[in-house]
């Protein structure tokens, strides 16, 4: 009984841990068991282990069309916002200019303000203008709110980077196009690429805002919640599963190369 | 070793320069030449100006007004990547993406030079860190980004290398070590140095000659010998060592010399030493070329009697004695204790002397304290 209370008391912290992880992993690893599922109709209960699910994953009418909307929309609103938020970064870490402490302030409000009144107001400002909704309105929309986002990711590594290393290229004959090139982007490329990881990211799950503008583009959140009353595939499961493991290999890769450009060999 | 990147040579010359932040002026008509192929120290406290000259030289900075030139080239709307100049940064700022190698061959790089590679490798090897080459700067002591970042700008065969409080970082073996290194090279290499420091003794033991600079202007130049033994301010005076100032006035002159009254004791001093507008002056004597004796025992020269011992440290190669004066002026003295004579005692009256060619005067008017209580070591 004693040696018992001694391990838990030992053990404790590492108890902790596996109770932490577990809350944040089970549904994973649910949406994971459950993409195995032998399924009829809805995917709620557990019915026998099957690969069919993983063998054809656009097995069921829709989802793979939903799911090549999502990429399409997030590699494009992530392409368009990493570049315009990027430059803000630049701009605001970079350079003293009249109006520099209000854009600060304005950049963040997107982010700051509730995701359903800002579709409201995007779906009020389309329908003046007459635009279609469908693709491109979502596709504006995800700029939208992702810019904020990439600004303030990128924004932090300017800031953590010592000028005097640029002021250092241009003493050694780089004019400002070098420099740039060879000094300032490669050590700010790192902050860029996280923030259009973030921004993909972002993109790809967003609900809220996507279903204000949408007309009648589906993505694979809209799929996924207009399925979820009827029965959810587990095609879903396998999506939302492969989805997060390829999200886990870039961390991992990204951790790897990471450790090789600061150790150096 | 070729010369590639030197389109200008010659004496570098500031001309009236003048930099303004604001109401504040950093460098305030500032003339001055500095001739090719010398070490040369802009020495003062912080915020004296040299950082922003040294800046403004290498043209990270814009002067307000005036002129910067090498030789007969003007360079002063010259962009910094323009300019036959560079600089080892006080942080270094080694590029911290780079390998050793590719931080030293950037500037060659960047001028289009054929043997980069034998070029880098001559220069690590002159600063003895030729297997570093593949390392990542992190990966390097202080000491040896030190040596790199030197590495990095000497290879490009600048007119002038500047160096920003070049060992600042460094700890105070180290900075010993890599001022010889430093003075080596620059013998070695033949190039322009122009080194800015607060630390008095660094500049001494590197540089032909020094300016010091005291809120935006040069207070005085010459030899490291010259600016010790005859400062014509109590600032340098002060800045340089240390000094006992005492307030006194010219009463007479006696051929080369002119007599100075001391609350009452007369001293002499070299005509060609004072620099005085006026008949008051700081007669100005070095601790260490004061003699202490016992009352009745002093030896010819420049006397004071009268003094008292009011503090007494022993350092081995020398005892520093706090010698009360008739007029209350605490006066230094060091003694070298090379003789074997058992230091004096706390509490003994003494008489002070010195040979009066030693002395100098400065102007009555300024500041007796004037640079010394400035603390070097604060940036």
């Known amino acids: 009984m004693k040696t018992l209370s001694r391990w838990f008391s030992r053990n404790l912290i590492r108890i902790y841990m596996v109770l932490g992880f577990g809350y944040l992993f089970v549904p994973v690893a649910y949406t994971f068991a459950f993409s195995f599922n032998d399924y009829i109709k809805s995917n709620l209960v557990w019915r026998g282990f099957t690969l069919n699910n993983w063998k054809q994953p656009c097995g069921v009418l829709d989802v793979c069309p939903a799911l090549g909307n999502s990429i399409k929309i997030g590699l494009l609103a992530t392409f368009i916002a990493t570049i315009l938020g990027t430059l803000i970064a630049f701009a605001l870490g970079r350079y003293a200019f009249r109006g520099r402490a209000v854009t600060n302030t304005l950049i963040f409000l997107p982010m700051a303000s509730p995701e359903l009144v800002l579709g409201a107001s995007l779906l009020t400002i389309f329908l003046n203008l007459g635009m279609n909704l469908g693709f491109w309105t979502i596709v504006i929309a995800h700029v939208m709110f992702c810019i904020s986002f990439v600004v303030v990711t990128v924004k932090a590594r300017i800031a953590s980077l010592d000028p005097r290393l640029e002021q250092a290229a241009m003493d050694l004959y780089a004019d400002e196009k070098e420099t740039f090139r060879r000094i300032t982007f490669p050590l700010v490329a790192p902050g860029i690429a996280g923030a259009a990881l973030l921004a993909f990211s972002l993109s790809f799950d967003d609900f809220i805002i996507t279903n204000f503008n949408s007309g009648t583009t589906i993505t694979f959140p809209l799929y996924v919640y207009t399925h979820a009353e009827r029965g959810l595939p587990a095609q879903a499961n396998v999506i939302g599963s492969a989805m997060f493991f390829l999200a886990l290999l870039i961390v991992v890769a990204g951790q790897i190369v990471g450790k090789k450009v600061k150790v150096g060999k | ?379």
């Open chain 2, 1 to 379: 070793m070729a010369d590639a990147s030197t389109s200008a040579k010659g004496d570098l010359k500031l001309t009236n320069i003048t930099k303004s932040f604001g109401d504040f002026k950093a460098v305030d008509d500032l003339t001055l030449t500095i001739p090719e192929g010398s070490f040369f120290a802009l020495l003062g406290p912080s915020g004296c100006g040299k950082t922003t000259t040294l800046r403004m030289i290498a043209g990270l900075e814009d002067p307000t007004s005036g002129k910067i030139s090498i030789g007969s080239t003007d360079i002063t709307n010259k962009r910094p990547y323009q300019r036959p100049v560079n600089t080892v940064f006080q942080n270094y700022a080694l590029f911290p993406h780079l390998t050793i190698f590719e931080n030293i061959a950037f500037g060659l790089r960047r001028r289009g030079i054929k043997d980069v590679k034998e070029q880098v490798d001559k220069v690590l090897n002159l600063v003895e860190l030729p297997h570093l080459a593949d390392r990542k700067p992190t990966q390097l002591s202080g000491g040896q980004q030190q040596r790199i970042a030197v590495a990095r700008a000497i290879v490009n065969r600048p007119a002038l290398l500047l160096l920003d409080e070049p060992l600042g970082a460094l700890d105070l073996k180290l900075r010993r070590q890599m001022q010889i290194e430093l003075k080596w090279i620059q013998t070695e290499v033949g190039l322009t140095f122009v080194h800015v420091t607060h630390d008095q003794e660094e500049a001494m033991t590197m540089a032909d000659t020094i300016a010091v600079m005291n809120e935006g202007r040069i207070e005085q130049m010459g030899s490291p010998a010259e600016l010790y033994d005859n400062p014509k301010t109590a600032f340098v005076a002060n800045f340089l060592g240390q000094s006992n100032l005492i307030q006194g006035t010219i009463v007479d002159s006696d051929g080369d010399y002119h007599v100075v009254d001391l609350f009452g004791q007369k001293a002499k001093v070299l005509k060609s030493r004072t620099h005085s507008k006026s008949n008051s002056v700081l007669y100005a004597i070095r601790p260490e070329k004061l003699r202490i004796d016992t009352e009745n025992n002093h030896r010819p020269g420049n006397v004071f009697t009268g003094g008292h011992i009011v503090d007494v440290s022993y350092i081995g190669v020398s005892t520093q004695y706090q010698v009360e004066m008739p007029w209350k002026q605490e006066i230094m003295v060091f003694e070298q204790n090379d003789d074997g004579i058992p230091p004096l005692d706390k509490g003994d009256e003494v008489t002070l002397s010195w040979e009066p060619a030693f002395s100098f005067a400065l102007d009555g008017a300024q500041d007796a304290t004037a640079g010394s209580e400035v603390n070097p070591e604060e940036e």
